[in-house]
């Protein structure tokens, strides 16, 4: 079976972009395949953060993977700070990058432009996620639109690091759903909907209840027209919810359009369809905040699977890297 690895940050509330665009699909390949699925707290450090905030975002993320579908059983879900083999190979990891590179990093290009602190971290962090990648022998990563170049870069690392020193990593593919790929925020639909954005009325989160979905589509930005067209340059709100439609009732978009005429009937339709499909993930995800002793155990059973693979591949880093044995 191929292995498939994916991370997801506890930084905020989970939105429907990180549902469509990610875990959907998480979900739908751990069936088939040898699946490896990681809360990444160590890449929640790269940004100011507050410790209590970090925590409770860490297991709650945790029992909100399990809620939308991730099975801890059968799959391997753990917490990335509970394995001290994601530090030590990101090191290994940054000495085989080039700075050059790094600074090609669009989200590192973003992200630093709207802070005051750019912390080294932030500068290096594609070179933990390498880490992340290739400690598991990933064949695939599923992940959204906006991780394209991180996992072409993460390739990369791994061909130099094998021509150097031997083979030793397997070199993924990113894996791309065809929609929902790129939700956009409901206010700025210029923008990608994120985590950092929530409590803005442009994300709709996970856990927000039928009447708040209601209106945050209801009050979502269109334009001056009248016309239902999926056409992402000239009409990019619009076509946002066309996306949010057809990929929650699996349709193309552009499918999705047919039988409304207005734009109310749409943000009406798109926001039936989404609540339709959060309502079993918020009653799963009640019943599992009611026992934390359980998300906990669960948690240390991944950690323990992760660990048997992991560190195999850093004995095999240390090897070839020539570090003396201990
Ligand atoms: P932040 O806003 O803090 O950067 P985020 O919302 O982008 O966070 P991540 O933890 O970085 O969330 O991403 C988890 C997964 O969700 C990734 O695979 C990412 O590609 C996907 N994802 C995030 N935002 C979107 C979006 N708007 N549309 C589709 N996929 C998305
Ligand atoms: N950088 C990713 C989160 C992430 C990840 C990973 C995704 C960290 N490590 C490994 C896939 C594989 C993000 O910002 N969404």
Not at 102 to 117: A, G, I, N, P, V
Not at 144 to 158: P, V
Not at 230 to 251: E, R
Not at 314 to 324: A, E, S
Request: glycine share 6%.
């Amino acid at each position: 079976m191929a292995r498939i690895f994916s991370g997801i940050k506890p930084t905020g509330s989970v939105h429907l972009g990180n549902l469509l665009g990610a875990l959907r699909n998480w979900v739908a390949m751990q069936s088939e395949h040898s699946a490896v699925y990681c809360v990444v707290d160590l890449h929640a450090l790269t940004v100011p953060h507050d410790p209590d905030e970090l925590r409770k975002a860490t297991l709650s993320l945790s029992q909100m993977l399990i809620a939308v579908g991730i099975d801890p059983e059968q799959s391997t879900l753990f917490v990335q700070s509970h394995l001290h083999e994601h530090a030590e190979c990101a090191w290994a990891m940054e000495c085989t990058a080039a700075v050059g590179e790094l600074r090609r990093m669009t989200q590192f290009k973003d992200k630093s432009d709207s802070s005051d602190f750019v912390s080294g971290g932030l500068f290096t962090y594609p070179a933990l996620q390498t880490a992340d990648i290739l400690l598991y022998d990933t064949d695939q990563v599923p992940v959204g639109e906006d991780q394209r170049q991180h996992i072409e870069l993460a390739r990369d690392i791994a061909m130099r690091f094998n021509s150097r020193f031997g083979q030793t990593f397997v070199v993924p593919e990113a894996v791309i759903p065809a929609t929902g790929a790129r939700v956009m925020d409901l206010q700025h639909p210029e923008n990608k909907m994120s985590k950092s954005e929530a409590g803005g009325q442009g994300t709709i989160l996970l856990l927000d209840d039928p009447a708040t979905i209601e209106k945050k589509f209801k009050r979502a930005v269109t334009d001056s027209e009248t016309e239902i067209r999926f056409d992402p340059d000239t009409k990019p709100g619009v076509s946002n919810l066309l996306s949010i439609l057809g990929a929650v009732t699996g349709q193309e978009p552009a499918a999705a359009a047919s039988g409304l005429n207005r734009y109310g009937d749409l943000k009406a339709a798109t926001a039936e369809a989404v609540i339709e499909l959060l309502g079993p993930i918020q009653a799963c995800y009640q019943e599992l905040t009611a026992d934390p002793a359980e998300t906990s155990r669960l948690m240390t059973l991944g950690a323990n699977k992760a660990r048997t693979v992991a560190s195999a591949t850093m004995d095999r880093v240390r090897t070839n890297l020539g570090l003396l044995q201990r």
